[in-house]
């Protein structure tokens, strides 16, 4: 497993019957997290003097109670600042397991000895887009959402980042990914972080277990000639890690030699001992 172990500003202090007690910075929330089905006594007193806590519907969705928290504070981690901001749908607009994929990215580019441009393709609020575009590399950034792309450019800003050489694009990755390849762009390093489901511009319905594959032969399409990696993130439950290996071996490994490995992210949980699983990564390196 690959943990985010390195963090300062976050902690997954307790878990519970699908719950997390964690902190962000100096703010307490329980989230759900459908991954935690044991029940373990809950010791910690901040299970009760949390400053939020976001809670299921029954008819779907969910909303926040007792919430004592700012509309958005910072949380650091390494050279990296990013704006949490709670939303509707439980997030806060940092995922941060994914700090083990942070550290491997800045690491790879940081090593390459050589310019590297990054693809960051369903990139959210922009952590991944960060810690390249920090390790030297230049990067373009692709979300459908625009709200998303103004919240990453938020994040560049606070991170120092303002004047880094990110493209900022709002744009459906399919599309944008078939007109670059029309265009004669090229990539060193692809970043991706599907949706399990979803619809396209058009109503298009997305399933990550049918989808995927065409969709990284379509975006194979803009690696150059010499790519450093292509790592792959999903949080579909019944997807093992290694069907991410096969994929990229599959499609990848063959074209430019090197090689693909996958494991599960997780979190340490400070109380237990434990780690909390969330989710599943492949990189592929050369």
Not at 60 to 83: A, D, I, M
Not at 172 to 181: L, P
Request: aromatic fraction near 12%; include cysteine; hydrophobic fraction near 40%.
């Amino acid at each position: 497993m690959w943990k985010a172990d390195q963090w300062q500003d976050y902690e997954v202090l307790d878990t519970s019957d699908g719950e997390k007690l964690e902190r962000w910075g100096r703010y307490f929330l329980v989230r759900p997290d459908p991954q935690v089905i044991w029940r373990t006594p809950k010791l910690d007193p901040r299970w009760r003097s949390f400053d939020a806590r976001y809670s299921r519907s029954e008819t779907g969705g969910g909303h926040w109670s007792k919430n004592r928290l700012p509309e958005r504070w910072q949380v650091r981690y390494r050279e990296l600042t990013f704006n949490v901001k709670p939303m509707n749908f439980k997030h806060t607009g940092v995922f941060p397991e994914q700090a083990a994929n942070w550290d491997f990215i800045g690491e790879k580019i940081r090593s390459a000895g050589r310019p590297i441009s990054v693809l960051n393709l369903f990139a959210y609020t922009g952590a991944a887009t960060l810690a390249a575009a920090s390790a030297g590399a230049s990067v373009c950034h692709v979300d459908a959402a625009r709200g998303m792309v103004a919240w990453a450019r938020e994040n560049a800003a606070s991170s120092g980042l303002s004047d880094a050489p990110i493209r900022w694009i709002v744009d459906d990755c399919a599309k944008f990914v078939e007109r670059e390849i029309k265009r004669g762009r090229r990539y060193d390093a692809v970043i991706m972080d599907p949706p399990s489901y979803g619809r396209g511009p058009s109503g298009e319905i997305w399933k990550l277990e049918k989808d995927l594959f065409p969709f990284l032969q379509l975006v194979s399409g803009v690696l150059s000639d010499e790519p450093l990696f292509f790592l792959i993130n999903s949080y579909t439950t019944g997807l093992a890690p290694s069907v991410l290996t096969c994929l990229l071996d599959s499609l990848i490994t063959p074209r430019f030699g090197g090689h693909s490995e996958a494991d599960e992210l997780g979190l340490p949980v400070t109380d237990s001992g434990l780690v909390l699983p969330c989710g599943a990564s492949g990189r592929w390196t050369k």
